[in-house]
């Protein structure tokens, strides 16, 4: 009967759960792999776009801060498009075009990317804008004269050697005005503190005026003063504006109210001092242009990953598909090797695993101890076969010769003990030869409805006399009338077979039943004796051929050991079964249980019986 294998131990849910794994491994790990490199490139692209915008408007916004018009902006905006790959426009704030890098009459970008406006916008500055938003760029009148460069470029290199001789070092730079300036922010030495390098030039002090009148107006006439000058800051930040201012006479501190409107007022004066020096404010617009801005190209760092994730991924499969076959091959190699053995070196395969393969391996080890069960009946059987057919033929030949020889002569009772030795042979035969064809699968039943109770009784009446003989009492018992579709010939050679057995373990004074029952759609046919029993070591094995409970093989004690295996088959030639129950010193009952007719009895009257 096979075994019903649990569904989380069976190999194809293995095989699939492995091959599903193995997919959701891969697609994680592509789907993984896939959004971190979009993800990046997409990073990478929007820095990009931020970047390349942001110097678009530096770029446009260095011009007005260096340009009073926009004239001339034209080829500023054709090479900026070019290196961009981008569309890129520039308008009046009513949307007057100033300069498109696309065809005449291209239409717009809905809205306007950014608004180009040195004077309120710092695009300069790397730290971000000043507090006015004031681009740097934007000089005006505090550009240096080129003899004023000079001059202070060697005030320059002066401070720059004193602070080498207090071992700080520093470089020289210039602010978009041309003021140079020390680099390096820290402490001046007292020695370099000689104020000349901070020291406003003529040019300068006259824009400072102008800026200071400017704010007067904002503060109802009152005179502004800027303790620090507004100009000297190292990054082009106004270092001095917002820190200390005097309104007229009063010092105003810093971060106050006071400080904060004296602020607004120079960012306004700053704003209409520089404006007839810087080009209009002008709408920027920004669009897709012939080609992208950013190429998709996957970097090194990108492709490394998909190789090794790749490489992960089929290593993986590898090991697991190696380790999966591994343990699948292992037993079927075991079952190999040991069906490639002779059959007498058969061995037993250890059973590792419960899925099919551990079935079939189990089912292997039953098959060949069956085999070895089978070879050594075989033996047996041969033997036994042997032995009885070597007693009566013994007999035979040794009668004949002695006759021959003239020492006995062939009297009635020699004749008759002769004819009793070759009744004994033709009783083996014919049994070997019903064995022989219940093996084969030919033995011919003749079916028709058979009443139980007569069956029993025609039985009982052929073993009435040896029963009588032996001092056993026959008897039978039937409950109701029961009715099996059977051969009746073969039917009472299975029940005489039982009762010769019975009869032959029975002593005197002892009893054999003949009974017959219905129970359910079966019929059961029982013979029960009140001889020696069998014990619980030897009742397995009843059926088996030539099979005896007296091991001495003597017929006075003992058939040929082939009248209960010809019972089994019998029956089983009918659909049923046969049994047998025993205590020792108690008795045996053998139990038939037969199929029985369907729709019951045939009709009133009885059936016809052989």
């Known amino acids: 009967m096979s075994r019903r294998i649990p569904l989380r131990k069976r190999l194809s849910v293995r095989l699939l759960i492995t091959s599903v794994l193995i997919a959701v491994c891969s697609v994680a790990a592509t789907a993984w792999l896939a959004v971190e490199t979009t993800t990046r490139a997409l990073r990478e692209e929007q820095g990009q776009v931020l970047a390349e915008d942001m110097d678009v408007l530096a770029r446009l916004s260095g011009y007005a801060a260096t340009h009073p018009q926009w004239r001339g902006v034209g080829p500023l905006v054709r090479t900026l498009s070019e290196k961009t790959g981008r569309r890129i426009a520039l308008t009046t704030t009513d949307r007057r075009t100033l300069a498109d890098s696309a065809p005449p009459g291209t239409s717009l970008p809905p809205r306007a990317a950014a608004t180009v406006d040195p004077l309120r916008t710092d695009t300069y500055t790397e730290r971000g804008a000043q507090r006015s938003g004031l681009d740097p760029r934007v000089v005006g009148p505090y550009r240096l004269t080129g003899e004023e460069r000079a001059r202070l470029g060697k005030l320059a290199v002066v401070r720059q050697q004193c602070f080498a001789r207090n071992g700080i070092e520093t470089a020289i730079a210039r602010m978009p005005s041309g003021r140079p300036f020390l680099s390096e922010e820290v402490e001046t030495p007292l020695e370099c503190a000689d104020g000349k390098l901070n020291t406003p030039t003529a040019g300068e002090e006259k824009a400072l005026a102008d800026l200071m009148e400017r704010a007067r107006g904002c503060l109802g006439g009152q005179d502004l003063k800027a303790v620090a000058p507004l100009f000297l800051s190292p990054d082009g930040t106004d270092r001095g504006v917002g820190d200390r201012y005097q309104v007229g006479k009063t010092d105003v501190e810093p971060g106050s109210e006071a400080a904060r409107s004296a602020q607004n007022c120079v960012d306004s004066a700053r704003r209409a001092q520089l404006d007839p020096f810087v080009a209009p404010a002008a709408e920027l617009f920004l669009g897709g242009g012939d080609r992208t801005a950013v190429r998709f190209d996957m970097s090194p760092a990108n492709k490394a990953k998909v190789v090794g994730v790749a490489g992960l991924v089929l290593a993986v499969t590898v090991a697991v598909t190696a380790l999966v076959a591994t343990r699948l091959v292992r037993p079927l190699r075991a079952l190999t090797a040991a069906a490639q053995q002779p059959p007498e070196l058969h061995v037993r395969v250890p059973v590792t695993t419960r899925d099919e393969t551990g079935i079939l391996a189990a089912a292997f080890n039953d098959l060949?101890?069956?085999?070895?069960?089978?070879?050594?009946?075989?033996?047996?059987?041969?033997?036994?076969?042997?032995?009885?057919?070597?007693?009566?033929?013994?007999?035979?030949?040794?009668?004949?010769?002695?006759?021959?020889?003239?020492?006995?002569?062939?009297?009635?009772?020699?004749?008759?003990?002769?004819?009793?030795?070759?009744?004994?042979?033709?009783?083996?035969?014919?049994?070997?030869?019903?064995?022989?064809?219940?093996?084969?699968?030919?033995?011919?039943?003749?079916?028709?409805?058979?009443?139980?109770?007569?069956?029993?009784?025609?039985?009982?009446?052929?073993?009435?006399v040896a029963a009588d003989t032996a001092g056993v009492a026959l008897r039978t018992e039937t409950d109701g009338t029961p009715w099996l579709d059977a051969d009746p010939v073969r039917m009472r050679q299975a029940l005489g077979n039982l009762v010769s057995n019975a009869l032959r373990h029975t002593p005197g004074g002892g009893t054999v039943t003949l009974a017959a029952r219905c129970e359910g759609d079966d019929v059961v046919l029982e013979v029960a004796d009140t001889g020696s029993g069998i014990t619980a070591e030897e009742l397995p094995h009843v059926f088996d051929r030539f099979w005896r409970a007296e091991k001495s093989r003597s017929r006075r004690t003992g058939g040929s050991g082939l009248g209960l295996p010809i019972v089994r088959h019998l029956v089983a030639a009918h659909g049923g079964t046969a049994g047998a129950t025993s205590e020792p010193g108690a008795g045996s009952v053998f139990t038939l249980r037969v199929p029985a007719l369907a729709g019951g009895a045939p009709g009133p009257g009885p059936a016809p019986l052989q």
């Open 368 to 464: 060949a101890e069956r085999r070895e069960r089978l070879e050594a009946q075989r033996k047996a059987m041969v033997s036994d076969i042997a032995h009885e057919l070597r007693s009566p033929l013994t007999n035979i030949r040794g009668w004949l010769e002695v006759t021959k020889d003239g020492v006995v002569a062939p009297d009635p009772e020699l004749l008759a003990s002769l004819h009793e030795e070759a009744l004994v042979l033709q009783r083996v035969i014919d049994d070997l030869q019903d064995l022989a064809a219940a093996d084969a699968d030919t033995l011919r039943l003749h079916r028709e409805p058979v009443r139980a109770d007569e069956l029993i009784g025609q039985v009982a009446a052929a073993y009435r």
